[in-house]
């Protein structure tokens, strides 16, 4: 690229964030009562203390309040948006779209495209991917994107190995060309469906009265079916290697890198990646403690909390890597 294209370049630039965490506080002392579990094992293995749960509120719901937020935050008006994705693996219903229900919630104009993306605990930075392509393409001019996920409703709560790890929430961001050096330097998707049963759930459609010969209405419902140990290998490697080829291909050193903002799956992930990218505390963002893994949600949930925290300032280096079931892992780089 010569020095005059990389002046045009257009990049979709990050305006405005938002997130939202249900009140509903769910402490690892109170799991200890659910479940046979301690404190103690829960803090050392994953780094979680505690979790917000859902209680009367949808999926869209606590989706639109994350996106309200962020809208404020960019100072930009629902019915200005030309673009809704919302990354979830925990919709209200089949269909519609839990973005379609987010566009009427807001009031988005009539005919502006809305749909989700399923990739668990990447749904994030794939919507973000997909809208940083429509923003280059010229296409859209202010993007609402939104994580979000509600995994108290699809966990196994007799499961502990599961029921421990995720709880529930929401984060937005509010994209915009931009022709400066701020914006995604870039957005990089991944993904290997043969590793599926590492990570999935439980049949959630029921079969049709053709296969079950008659037989209405049987029970199917989807809970979370984890292998952690195996997971937990792939997470740390896959992370690496995301964060790892985003880095080289912007030449980026560790030095530079103002902030990586991980999906908050475990402590101990976000420790691994820290230590193999030869990286500082204070270049490594985390609030597991407080949420737990939010799937969707983590990522511009974290944000949210690190913009509002200041821990983010103007040129800075923003990484974000991801990874979670389908396979699917991610990787963006962004220029404050
Ligand atoms: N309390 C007490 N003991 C428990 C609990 C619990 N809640 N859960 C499991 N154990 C026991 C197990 O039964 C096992 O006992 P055993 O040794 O007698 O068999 C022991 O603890 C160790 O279990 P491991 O699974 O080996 O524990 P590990 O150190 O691997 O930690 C964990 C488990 C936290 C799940 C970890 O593997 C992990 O974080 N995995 C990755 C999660 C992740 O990244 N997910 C991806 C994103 S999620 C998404 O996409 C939806």
Known sequence: MTRGE??????ARITGTGSYAPPKVLTNKDLEKMVETTDEWIT????IKQRRITVNEKTSEVAAKAARRALKAAGVLPREIDLVIVGTVTPDNVFPST?????SILGVKSGVPAFDVSAACSGFLYAMDIADKYIKAGISKR?????????????DWKDRS?????GDGAGAVVLKPSSGKKGILSSHIYSDGRLWQMLYTTESIPPNPFETKGKS?????PYVR????????????????????VMKLNRLKPKDIGLLIPHQANIRIMNAIKDRLKLSDEQVFSDIEKYGN??????????????????IKAGDVVLFVSFGGGLTWASAAVRW
């Not at 990389?6 to 990049?11: F, G, I, V």
């Not at 050392?44 to 780094?47: C, D, F, I, V, W």
């Not at 140990?229 to 740390?236: D, Q």
Request: proline letters at 3%.
């Open 294 to 311: 939010t799937s969707a949600a983590s990522i511009p949930l974290a944000l949210d909390e690190a913009v509002r925290e200041k821990r």
């Open 226 to 245: 984890m292998k952690g140990n195996e997971t937990f290998k792939a997470a740390v490697r896959n992370m690496e290697e995301a964060c790892l080829k």
């Open 99 to 103: 973005a379609c229900f987010v566009q």
């Open 162 to 166: 599961t029921c421990v790890l995720f």
């Open 44 to 47: 050392t293995r994953s780094g």
């Open 217 to 221: 209405n049987p029970e199917c419902h």
């Open 143 to 155: 993007a609402l994107v939104v994580g979000v996920d509600i995994f108290s409703r699809i966990i």
């Open 6 to 11: 990389a002046m045009t370049t257009t990049r």
